[in-house]
């Protein structure tokens, strides 16, 4: 049975940072793109960042710049550092893993960005 749990979020002032990470069991870590995807309140779920198993990234426009995704492989967990956050960052995050045709989602972990 594959499980990710997410950790990290919290409640930081606009311009903070958070890291979250992300740790998977039960599946070949190595093998997996891991994604970063955030949903705030009334709305959709969006993706934040990707990266391949062989270390391809990419990151949604809103978050260029200031998030940067990385994976530990002997340590099957995936981050995401998040610098200069802003008040439209807050939202659940949620990790997944994508072998294809499976997926995996952690339960997801809240960030909320306020003064």
């Known amino acids: 049975q594959v499980q990710l749990v997410e950790s990290g979020g919290g409640l930081v002032q606009p311009g903070g940072s958070l890291r979250l990470s992300c740790t998977a069991s039960?599946?070949?870590?190595?093998?997996?793109?891991m994604r970063w995807y955030r949903q705030a309140p009334g709305k959709q779920r969006e993706s934040v960042a990707s990266?391949?198993?062989?270390?391809?990234?990419n990151y949604a426009d809103p978050v260029k710049g200031r998030f940067t995704i990385s994976r530990d492989n002997a340590k099957n967990t995936v981050f995401l550092q998040m610098n200069s956050l802003k008040v439209e960052d807050t939202a659940v995050y949620y990790c997944?893993?994508?072998?294809?045709?499976?997926?995996?989602w952690g339960q997801g972990t809240q960030v909320t960005v306020s003064s």
């Open positions: 039960g599946t070949i870590f190595s093998l997996n793109e």
């Open positions: 997944n893993a994508w072998l294809a045709p499976l997926s995996y």
């Open positions: 990266i391949t198993s062989g270390g391809r990234i």
